[in-house]
């Protein structure tokens, strides 16, 4: 397995070179940013980061009203919904006076635990959260990677965190690995393994089974 993973992550590596992930100025933005993607195409999201782009300090967020945060964000969807689960971020995200070294002083394990206890957050934000404003590396199990790696011609873990650690236990624990990984993945499903796969000159196309969902 683990020469399966390395494997897939050379080739695209090689072949996307760094992505610089993520798609945002600022840490804080980054989390508003994870929590809008939910159910929705990152085109929608930028929309939406756009109408709040003034209000992308903790302070801002808090004092704006929770209608007023609704109607900036709608092009996200769910707007009503991603509303309330930004303001329940917040109100965890205060505990630590809005400093993130505060957070990234805490143990992976016990600061996923407190993510996951935010109303709205699941695993796949909190592990977004992890490796991208907290610097934890975490493997970030989405859509996409579940649709590469079978196609691939790997049986993954039907369970969230039993495809995650997984994954974890068989690369090196390195930041920049798993921060890559997940940005590579996605670049990887939008240029060739699309909902209808892009085979022609595919990165993987010599070790992939090709399987269809």
């Known amino acids: 397995m683990k020469n399966e993973y390395q494997f ?15 798609p945002a100025e600022t840490r804080f933005e980054m989390m508003i940013g994870s929590i809008l993607v939910q159910n929705t195409s990152w085109r929608n999201v930028e929309k939406a980061l756009l109408k709040v782009k003034t209000y992308l300090e903790p302070e801002a967020i808090e004092n704006l009203p929770l209608d007023e945060l609704a109607q900036l964000i709608r092009s996200s969807g769910f707007f009503n919904i991603k509303a309330k689960r930004i303001k329940a971020y917040l109100e965890w995200f205060k505990i630590y006076d809005y400093d993130v070294d505060k957070i990234k002083k805490l143990e992976r394990g016990s ?5 996951l206890a935010i109303s709205g957050i699941g695993r796949e934000t909190a592990d977004v959260m992890l490796l991208y404003a907290f610097e934890k590396p975490i493997f970030v199990v989405d859509a996409y990677a579940r649709r590469i790696f079978y196609r691939f011609g790997l049986d993954m873990p039907k369970s969230y965190d039993a495809f995650r650690q997984q994954v974890e236990a068989e690369l090196p624990k390195e930041l920049r690995l798993f921060d890559e990984f997940h940005a590579l993945l996605v670049e990887h499903a939008k ?14 196309v010599d ?3 090709k399987r269809l969902d």
């Not at 897939?8 to 993520?22: A, D, K």
């Not at 600061?111 to 993510?115: I, Q, S, T, V």
């Not at 240029?191 to 993987?204: D, G, V, W």
């Open 207 to 209: 070790r992939c089974a």
């Open 111 to 115: 600061l996923r635990k407190e993510l």
């Open 8 to 22: 897939i992550y050379n080739r695209l590596f090689e072949h996307y070179g760094p992505q610089g992930w993520w």
């Open 191 to 204: 240029e060739h393994c699309r909902s209808t796969p892009m085979c022609n000159q595919c990165p993987l």
